[in-house]
Antibody, heavy 125, light 107 residues
Framework: EVQLVESGGGLVQPGGSLRLSCVVSGFTFSSHEMNWVRQAPGKGLEWVSYISTSSITIYYADSVKGRFTISRDNAKNSLYLQMNSLSAEDTAVYYC??????????????????WGKGTTVTVSS | DIQMTQSPSSLSASVGDRVTITCRASQGISNFLAWFQQKPGKAPKSLIYAASSLQSGVPSKFSGSGSGTDFTLTISSLQPEDFATYYCQQYYTYPLTFGQGTRLEIK
């Protein structure tokens, strides 16, 4: 069974840091690009960051650029999000999501097909 | 950035109804569009990708169509478990962007 399990969320003061992890199982992690997506309380979904299979290509949303760092360890089947200089606007549930699709799908149509259950980050004094 | 606009923002329907949700992109995205379902307190669940392809395990009551800038998600024969919030998302280019969501409620 394909599984993505996030951890590392919690309560942090404004200006603080937190490192989220996403451990995956049930598929070949090193073959899949990955994303982080967040959802503020009562709000919609916001894409945060993307990383390619070999970590060569990385993208960030403007709202987190310069403060967040995405990384991965293919040997550990793990994805990470280092979050610095946190503010109340970063309060959200953070999801990791695999880029994939059903077998036989053209790679160009791969999308965020499998999501973890999320980990909650609260930034408050 | 590509803006995604869904309509309506909320929708009331009855069990057994057929409903359609619309998603419009601010520029052409070919058919690089996905639809997700989200229930309260749960992670989003993928339904449709490439505008009209059904994700494995998703019932055929869900269907998608469109290309370019205009897309639709249709859900037929609504059941209690279908009442949720639905999001469209473009993956034509980064930054990936979502619609604001459509909340489907029981009438």
């Amino acid at each position: 069974e394909v599984q993505l399990v996030e951890s590392g969320g919690g309560l942090v003061q404004p200006g603080g840091s937190l490192r989220l992890s996403c451990v995956v199982s049930g598929f070949t992690f090193s073959s899949h690009e990955m994303n982080w997506v967040r959802q503020a309380p009562g709000k919609g979904l916001e894409w945060v960051s993307y990383i390619s299979t070999s970590s060569i290509t990385i993208y960030y949303a403007d709202s987190v650029k310069g403060r967040f760092t995405i990384s991965r360890d293919n040997a550990k089947n793990s994805l990470y999000l280092q979050m610095n200089s946190l503010s109340a606007e970063d309060t959200a549930v953070y999801y990791c999501a695999r880029r994939g699709a059903p077998a036989g799908t053209d790679y160009f149509y791969y999308y965020m097909d499998v999501w973890g259950k999320g980990t909650t980050v609260t930034v408050s004094s | 950035d590509i803006q995604m606009t869904q309509s309506p923002s909320s929708l009331s329907a009855s069990v057994g109804d057929r409903v359609t949700i619309t998603c419009r992109a601010s520029q052409g995205i070919s058919n690089f569009l996905a639809w997700f379902q989200q229930k309260p307190g749960k992670a989003p669940k993928s339904l449709i990708y490439a505008a009209s392809s059904l994700q494995s395990g998703v019932p055929s009551k869900f269907s998608g169509s469109g290309s370019g800038t205009d897309f639709t998600l249709t859900i037929s024969s609504l059941q209690p478990e279908d009442f949720a919030t639905y999001y469209c998302q473009q993956y034509y280019t980064y930054p990936l962007t979502f619609g604001q969501g459509t909340r489907l409620e029981i009438k």
